[in-house]
């Protein structure tokens, strides 16, 4: 499923306008992306969905409102209005999810759309005196802990701009104070790429203000998805739905929050690192009693106790919904029982916490509504994972666990275990791909033909096209929208321009969107819906605003990306070595291509070297960015060939640009 590549005529050309894979967690290399204007079509929800839901509506905690009321609870003050970056851009809409009201229309599970008026509790609110939280201005929340002499911030959101907004409008009713220390409790961008909208690096240095992090944050941030970057990226488009209009039948959540914020993204280096498995730390005449949870949700994670608070800061560990142990946008699996564990241990050590708060969702107050929730949560992922592990020893394949696995009726109906973000079914598979991988050890399974090639052997085995739409609309019709689905992949496949099938399909998706508890489940199959009529996006992804974040990035990152743009064939046979020199920090890379492998060495220049790039590290991140292209290499005061510019440019003719934006319910 890849698309086609552009024609470059010249090698030096094609150099330029390479982008390295440069994707980030939580979708920022999608950052150019917005939300549809275009009128789209949807189908109304059909019986079976409409039934479907209906029966949701019927579940126990459904007519629960403590959630509501928690979420409700401490309302400061509320924003309005939108968020816009300096380009007028707008960034962020306090506005967009104001269609969240009243009962669940037909399109929408009755129990996401319950979820989603709860995340839409949108303000700042005061958890316990001196702890505040910003909510709903961002994917995540940022945390306000009141120090002796100013705010400790827990988190900086996604981007400058909503961060920037976020601490104005606290200011604006709580005072002035100033930030007296920053605190990251884990690697993914929702909380911390805003940094920069709060202080400068010249403001932590100059002030001394503490940036405290886990031990493993930098890398773990700014290495996260390089080498997979343009395939996240793109896949998250769907994850986190961010094409889809703000509607009832399009975006409504996404679980953990509303969306996600596309602006402005920096970083800051932490000043402390939390290393071992428990660190206190003081803070502004505060003692935060950090807990390290690696591997848990985040590879570097840690939670923290107040003990002058009686609060809990629980990070990612703990949330209003299940989490993911597999995430739909592509990552390495998360490991259930270790996840579990670290919940099991943070009974025991905040044991006497009266509040649990989270950077995403909202705050559990009580001992015995904390305990109740810590245990209901603990036991949900060690349930999956025991469950998971059990079965795959009767020989029950991922396929066959997901379907089997059903939580009991203890966890399933409690609300802050339901698959809001992850679901049991896709978590199982994970558990199943953690310790199994990927072969089911059917050998009909170890080499199957590739999707197209199958695809068209299917539709000829039919008797042709017409036979599958049949038995497909047949299926739609009795409301098998999986069986539909699954006989209008191989149609699609098969016949990527035929438009019955590409609509009948988007059909199928939009039914079982429109069935989604999940919000990640309901904007893949709208954007698949989407996408089928309207194809996949044009334009290539744009990181630019990512360039903050990235000056933070060790050149070995980048290098090690670009090994894996290699295109094989073209360096088949090929002996080539170059020198990459920056002139600004004297540091020299040893470029070398043989076996059609890319290796890169920190080393002095070689004298082997067939040429010598020479060029500054601001403007190597403006080529790995897009910015700087075949003219500005050429003429920028910032590079210099030496040697063989023919060799030079033949050498990174070999990498393939990666675009991120690829064809996916289409071949």
């Known amino acids: 499923m890849k698309a086609p590549m552009s024609p470059v005529t010249t090698p030096i050309g094609r150099f330029a306008q390479h982008t390295l894979p440069l994707g980030l967690l939580l979708a920022l290399a999608a950052c150019s992306k917005t939300p549809s204007t275009?009128?789209?079509?949807?189908?109304?929800?059909?019986?079976?969905?409409?039934?479907?839901?209906?029966?949701?509506?019927?579940?126990?905690?459904?007519?629960?409102?403590?959630?509501?009321?928690?979420?409700?609870?401490?309302?400061?003050?509320?924003?309005?209005?939108?968020?816009?970056?300096?380009?007028?851009?707008?960034?962020?809409?306090?506005?967009?999810?104001?269609?969240?009201?009243?009962?669940?229309?037909?399109t929408v599970n009755p129990s996401l759309w319950k979820q989603a008026i709860q995340n839409n509790q949108v303000g700042l609110f005061k958890v316990?005196?001196?702890?505040?939280?910003?909510?709903?201005?961002?994917?995540?929340?940022?945390?306000?802990?009141?120090?002796?002499?100013?705010?400790?911030v827990v988190d900086t959101l996604t981007s400058e701009e909503t961060a920037r907004y976020a601490i104005d409008f606290a200011r604006k009713h709580l005072g002035n104070k100033p930030i007296t220390g920053i605190v990251f409790t884990h690697s993914h961008i929702d909380h911390f790429?805003?940094?920069?909208?709060?202080?400068?690096?010249?403001?932590?240095?100059?002030?001394?203000?503490?940036?405290?992090?886990?031990?493993?944050?930098?890398?773990?941030?700014?290495?996260?998805?390089?080498?997979?970057?343009?395939?996240?990226?793109?896949?998250?488009?769907?994850?986190?739905?961010?094409?889809?209009?703000?509607?009832?039948?399009?975006?409504?959540?996404?679980?953990?929050?509303?969306?996600?914020?596309?602006?402005?993204?920096?970083?800051?280096?932490?000043?402390?690192?939390?290393?071992?498995?428990?660190?206190?730390?003081?803070?502004?005449?505060?003692?935060?009693e950090f807990h390290n949870?690696?591997?848990?949700?985040?590879?570097?994670?840690?939670?923290?106790?107040l003990p002058q608070y009686k609060a809990f800061g629980a990070a990612e560990l703990f949330g209003h919904t299940l989490h993911n142990l597999y995430t739909l946008r592509g990552a390495k699996v998360r490991d259930a029982l270790k996840w579990s564990n670290y919940m099991n241990d943070a009974m025991q050590y905040a044991a006497d916490a009266e509040v649990?708060?989270?950077?995403?969702?909202?705050?559990?107050?009580?001992?015995?509504?904390?305990?109740?929730?810590?245990?209901?949560?603990?036991?949900?992922?060690?349930?999956?994972?025991?469950?998971?592990?059990?079965?795959?020893?009767?020989?029950?394949?991922?396929?066959?666990?997901?379907?089997?696995?059903?939580?009991?009726?203890?966890?399933?109906?409690?609300?802050?275990?339901?698959?809001?973000?992850?679901t049991v079914s896709h978590n199982v598979k994970a558990v199943y791909q953690f310790y199994m991988g990927w072969y089911d050890a059917n050998p009909a399974n170890l080499n199957p033909l590739p999707p197209v090639e199958q695809a068209k052997r299917y539709v000829a085995l039919a008797g042709g096209e017409s036979n599958v739409l049949k038995a497909a609309q047949a299926a739609y019709d009795k409301g098998e929208y999986r069986w539909s689905a699954e006989l209008l992949k191989h149609a699609v496949y098969a016949n990527p321009d035929s438009k019955p099938a590409r609509e009948l399909q988007a059909q199928c998706f939009e039914q079982m969107g429109y069935m989604a508890e999940s919000g990640p489940w309901r904007n893949v199959y709208l954007t698949g819906a989407k996408e089928l009529r309207q194809g996949a996006p044009k334009d290539a992804i744009?990181?630019?605003?990512?360039?903050?974040?990235?000056?933070?990035?060790?050149?070995?990152?980048?290098?090690?990306?670009?090994?894996?743009?290699?295109?094989?064939?073209?360096?088949?046979?090929?002996?080539?070595?170059?020198?990459?020199?920056?002139?600004?920090?004297?540091?020299?890379?040893?470029?070398?291509?043989?076996?059609?492998?890319?290796?890169?060495?920190?080393?002095?220049?070689s004298k082997e070297a067939a040429g010598t790039l020479v060029l500054t590290k601001?403007?190597?991140?403006?080529?790995?960015?897009?910015?700087?292209?075949?003219?500005?290499?050429?003429?920028?005061?910032?590079?210099?060939?030496?040697?063989?510019?023919?060799?030079?440019?033949?050498?990174?003719?070999?990498?393939?640009?990666?675009?991120?934006?690829?064809?996916?319910?289409?071949?």
């Open 128 to 152: 316990v005196d001196g702890i505040y939280q910003l909510r709903g201005f961002d994917l995540a929340n940022m945390t306000l802990i009141e120090g002796k002499t100013g705010w400790i």
């Open 193 to 288: 790429g805003g940094v920069l909208g709060l202080v400068s690096a010249k403001e932590v240095k100059e002030r001394n203000i503490p940036v405290v992090a886990p031990e493993g944050f930098m890398e773990e941030a700014t290495s996260e998805n390089v080498l997979v970057g343009p395939a996240m990226a793109r896949r998250s488009i769907y994850m986190y739905g961010n094409t889809l209009p703000r509607s009832a039948e399009g975006l409504v959540d996404n679980g953990l929050g509303k969306a996600v914020a596309y602006g402005t993204v920096g970083i800051l280096p932490p000043t402390v690192l939390v290393k071992g498995k428990a660190q206190t730390v003081s803070l502004d005449g505060l003692d935060f």
């Open 293 to 305: 949870v690696p591997g848990s949700e985040a590879p570097a994670e840690f939670v923290f106790y």
């Open 542 to 605: 744009k990181r630019n605003q990512l360039l903050n974040m990235l000056e933070q990035t060790p050149v070995e990152r980048f290098l090690e990306a670009m090994s894996a743009a290699v295109n094989a064939e073209k360096a088949e046979g090929e002996d080539l070595t170059i020198n990459l020199s920056f002139s600004d920090t004297g540091e020299n890379y040893v470029l070398h291509i043989k076996n059609s492998v890319l290796h890169h060495t920190l080393a002095p220049r």
């Open 618 to 667: 601001p403007f190597f991140l403006q080529m790995m960015i897009g910015e700087a292209g075949a003219k500005d290499l050429l003429l920028s005061d910032q590079t210099k060939i030496e040697g063989s510019t023919l060799k030079v440019g033949k050498f990174f003719g070999m990498l393939d640009k990666a675009e991120g934006n690829f064809n996916i319910v289409t071949p």
């Open 356 to 422: 649990s708060f989270h950077q995403h969702n909202w705050p559990v107050w009580g001992k015995a509504n904390i305990a109740n929730f810590m245990e209901k949560q603990r036991d949900t992922y060690k349930f999956l994972h025991d469950q998971t592990v059990h079965q795959l020893n009767q020989g029950l394949t991922a396929s066959e666990i997901s379907e089997a696995v059903k939580l009991p009726k203890s966890l399933n109906e409690f609300m802050s275990t339901r698959g809001y973000y992850g």
């Open 38 to 106: 275009a009128v789209d079509t949807h189908s109304a929800a059909s019986a079976t969905v409409q039934t479907v839901n209906a029966d949701v509506a019927k579940l126990p905690f459904m007519d629960q409102n403590q959630s509501l009321e928690d979420a409700q609870r401490g309302l400061v003050a509320k924003p309005t209005g939108q968020i816009k970056n300096a380009a007028g851009k707008v960034i962020w809409d306090f506005d967009a999810f104001n269609f969240l009201q009243g009962p669940a229309p037909s």
